[in-house]
């Protein structure tokens, strides 16, 4: 039976760069996740017996949450909501089962790659009919809703068994409980010549894939070791656990350690990779070699032809603008476009909905084309699979002669996390009151602080990182992460073009020296935030 639940609004229950992410222990406050979730309907319009996608990374509290969503879904008129087996499902496929089956939209219960456990963090976010993260006309929609919400909607039911695949009727409304992996695995196989990647296995190829304890080992088990067949054992930290196993599921140099010890240290595989806690990351790694995730958007726009679902050729490309500029020089190679998009893959929505990019990127390990619209970690892994087995050639010397062809942009991002939420504004503010004067300065050309004009819808975005330009075509990029849960986290974006091929095996962090010590002159960091050094390198 149908009951209203009277509420009274919470605080700061806007969402960031990404859905609402809070600790978990702000979600189990009585209300919290109710409110967001009631807000998310309040702001839509239509949906009556339509479909909704619920799942989740599997992260602790996603069990509670899900028999939420559910039953507020059942209540407030969804025809069908199509779940996860066990609540799970990563988030590209999330984004693949509401355009396959035509949904009205979905919920995704993650904060992606941040740690989970009851200390951890939890999100949640909703996605539209093509699949994608809600634009932010619909994210401050919501947001408004939190600020005025007094009643919510549910039913009054046990939880429901998400155990076995299958279709039940709750409250007039159709629940199918799906197996998480098959779509996804189906799609990938239209995408990618899985055959072409078997014979590379057979003639020796090995590969290490890191799960971290979160939702892609089902996924990469059956992928790469049932369907591919790459040896069991493959895959590692292949079970999600509610708390990642203890693992920070951040897939980059610092979280996936091991992994890139193996590669980087040990050279014991010929390719690795990992992905994050929902599943939308990727971290590509060769023997020897670590490839960033700005050149690994420039290498597969360059090579993504070859990839059956691919082989008609791409028609644009779009990165965010902290990105490295390594995509700009393959586009227009191709005569292409390069769109330049704030921090966040909503911004890609409308580029791929509208056929003007077909392959998208950011720094931030995040790799995806047109086949869903959210970034997709598994879909680069076998991306790289797929460029790797028709090349023959080991992933160095792609990147090599990648960079030979094109030049090398030198990247690195500093993060300075969890620095005082006052000081970092302070520290913005400091930034973008110098603007002005910093131009002319260092070799800078043009500084500013970044705006986007969408050119499906006219949009207009502002205030999306401070950029310092110089003539030579380096940047520095400042802007305060929309993610954290926890004071604030700086990030600084430093990026050096090399077209020498005799400079191309310079050490990233040696070659942007003089970019490093800039950004940190430039911003006063140490001023502002009392660190000498960031917290993270990538
Ligand atoms: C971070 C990344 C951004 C990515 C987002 C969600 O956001 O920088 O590229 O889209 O996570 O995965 P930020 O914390 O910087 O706002
Ligand atoms: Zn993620």
Same mark, same amino acid.
């Given at each position: 039976?149908?009951?209203?639940?009277?509420?009274k609004?919470?605080?700061?229950?806007?969402?960031?760069?990404?859905?609402?992410?809070?600790?978990?222990?702000?979600?189990?406050?009585?209300?919290?996740?109710?409110?967001?979730?009631?807000?998310?309907f309040?702001?839509?319009?239509?949906?009556?017996?339509?479909?909704l996608?619920?799942?989740? !990374?599997?992260?602790?509290?996603?069990?509670?949450?899900?028999?939420?969503?559910i039953?507020?879904?059942?209540?407030?008129?969804?025809?069908?909501?199509?779940?996860?087996?066990?609540?799970?499902?990563?988030?590209?496929?999330? &984004?693949?089962?509401?355009?396959?089956?035509?949904?009205?939209?979905?919920i995704i219960? &993650?904060?992606?790659? /941040? $740690?989970?456990?009851p200390?951890? !963090?939890?999100?949640?976010?909703?996605?539209?009919?093509?699949g994608?993260?809600a634009?932010?006309?619909i994210?401050?929609?919501?947001?408004?809703?939190?600020?005025?919400?007094?009643?919510?909607?549910?039913?009054?039911?046990?939880?429901?068994?998400l155990?076995?695949?299958?279709?039940?009727?709750?409250?007039?409304?159709?629940?199918?409980?799906?197996?998480?992996v098959?779509?996804?695995?189906?799609?990938? @196989?239209?995408?990618?010549?899985?055959?072409?990647?078997?014979?590379?296995?057979?003639?020796?190829?090995?590969m290490?894939?890191?799960?971290?304890g979160?939702?892609? =080992?089902?996924?990469?088990?059956?992928?790469?070791?049932?369907?591919?067949?790459?040896a069991?054992?493959?895959?590692?930290?292949?079970?999600?656990? $509610?708390?990642?196993?203890?693992?920070?599921?951040? $897939?980059?140099?610092?979280?996936?350690?091991?992994?890139?010890?193996?590669?980087?240290?040990?050279?014991?595989?010929?390719?690795?990779?990992?992905?994050?806690?929902?599943?939308d990351?990727?971290?590509?790694?060769g023997? /020897?070699i670590?490839?960033?995730?700005?050149?690994?958007?420039a290498i597969?726009a360059?090579?993504?032809?070859?990839?059956?679902?691919?082989?008609?050729?791409?028609t =644009?490309?779009?990165?965010?603008?902290?990105t &490295?500029?390594?995509?700009?020089?393959?586009?227009?190679?191709?005569?292409l476009r390069?769109?330049e998009?704030?921090?966040?893959?909503?911004?890609?929505?409308?580029?791929?909905?509208? /056929?003007?990019?077909?392959?998208?990127?950011?720094?931030?390990?995040?790799?995806?084309? /047109?086949?869903?619209?959210?970034?997709?970690?598994?879909?680069?892994?076998?991306?790289?699979?797929?460029?790797?087995?028709?090349?023959?050639?080991?992933?160095?010397?792609?990147?090599?002669?990648?960079?030979?062809?094109?030049?090398?942009n030198?990247?690195?991002?500093?993060?300075?996390?969890?620095v005082?939420?006052?000081s970092?504004?302070?520290l913005m503010?400091?930034?973008?009151?110098?603007? $002005?004067?910093?131009?002319?300065?260092?070799?800078?050309?043009?500084a500013?602080?970044?705006?986007?004009?969408?050119?499906? !819808?006219?949009?207009?975005?502002?205030?999306?990182?401070?950029?310092?330009?110089?003539e030579?075509? &380096?940047?520095?990029?400042?802007?305060?992460?929309?993610? =954290?849960?926890?004071?604030?986290?700086?990030?600084?974006?430093?990026?050096?073009?090399?077209?020498?091929?005799q400079?191309h095996?310079?050490?990233? @962090?040696?070659?942007l020296?003089d970019?490093?010590?800039?950004?940190?002159?430039?911003?006063?960091?140490?001023?502002?935030?009392g660190?000498?050094?960031p917290?993270?390198?990538?």
């Amino acid at each position: 039976m149908a009951e209203i639940v009277s509420t009274k609004p919470f605080d700061g229950q806007r969402p960031g760069t990404s859905g609402l992410r809070k600790k978990v222990t702000v979600f189990q406050q009585p209300h919290y996740a109710e409110n967001f979730i009631q807000s998310i309907f309040d702001s839509l319009e239509g949906f009556a017996g339509k479909t909704l996608v619920i799942g989740g !990374d599997g992260r602790y509290y996603n069990r509670e949450v899900v028999q939420t969503a559910i039953r507020m879904a059942a209540a407030n008129g969804f025809g069908r909501v199509i779940v996860g087996q066990n609540g799970l499902l990563s988030t590209p496929a999330a &984004s693949h089962l509401i355009r396959k089956n035509e949904a009205f939209g979905g919920i995704i219960l &993650s904060a992606s790659h /941040n $740690p989970g456990g009851p200390d951890g !963090d939890f999100g949640i976010k909703y996605n539209g009919s093509n699949g994608g993260p809600a634009p932010e006309k619909i994210t401050e929609e919501i947001f408004s809703h939190t600020k005025t919400i007094s009643a919510y909607k549910t039913i009054n039911s046990a939880d429901v068994d998400l155990n076995a695949v299958g279709t039940i009727q709750i409250a007039g409304m159709t629940l199918e409980v799906v197996d998480p992996v098959t779509d996804y695995a189906a799609l990938m @196989q239209t995408l990618f010549d899985f055959n072409l990647i078997r014979a590379l296995i057979k003639s020796g190829f090995t590969m290490k894939f890191d799960g971290m304890g979160a939702i892609t =080992g089902p996924y990469a088990h059956r992928i790469l070791e049932d369907m591919l067949g790459f040896a069991k054992g493959t895959v590692m930290n292949g079970v999600p656990l $509610p708390d990642f196993g203890g693992h920070h599921p951040d $897939p980059n140099l610092v979280h996936a350690k091991d992994l890139c010890d193996m590669l980087l240290v040990q050279k014991a595989y010929d390719f690795g990779a990992a992905s994050d806690g929902d599943g939308d990351r990727n971290l590509i790694v060769g023997k /020897n070699i670590y490839v960033t995730p700005s050149d690994s958007l420039a290498i597969i726009a360059a090579n993504m032809h070859l990839a059956p679902g691919y082989k008609g050729g791409i028609t =644009g490309i779009a990165r965010s603008m902290p990105t &490295s500029g390594a995509a700009d020089r393959v586009a227009a190679k191709m005569g292409l476009r390069c769109y330049e998009t704030p921090t966040g893959w909503k911004f890609f929505g409308n580029l791929l909905d509208a /056929n003007m990019a077909t392959v998208c990127g950011e720094e931030s390990f995040g790799t995806g084309s /047109n086949h869903v619209r959210e970034k997709d970690g598994l879909w680069a892994v076998l991306m790289w699979l797929n460029i790797l087995a028709s090349r023959k050639l080991s992933v160095a010397t792609i990147v090599t002669e990648h960079w030979k062809e094109f030049g090398r942009n030198y990247y690195t991002r500093h993060d300075y996390e969890e620095v005082d939420l006052d000081s970092a504004n302070a520290l913005m503010k400091n930034l973008r009151d110098q603007l $002005p004067a910093l131009v002319g300065q260092h070799g800078i050309h043009k500084a500013d602080d970044f705006a986007y004009d969408d050119p499906v !819808d006219g949009s207009r975005t502002t205030g999306q990182g401070v950029r310092l330009l110089f003539e030579n075509g &380096s940047r520095i990029i400042y802007r305060l992460s929309g993610t =954290g849960t926890a004071g604030a986290t700086l990030r600084v974006y430093m990026e050096k073009y090399e077209a020498n091929p005799q400079r191309h095996e310079m050490e990233t @962090q040696h070659a942007l020296f003089d970019l490093i010590l800039m950004s940190r002159d430039c911003a006063k960091i140490e001023k502002y935030t009392g660190r000498k050094a960031p917290t993270v390198i990538t």
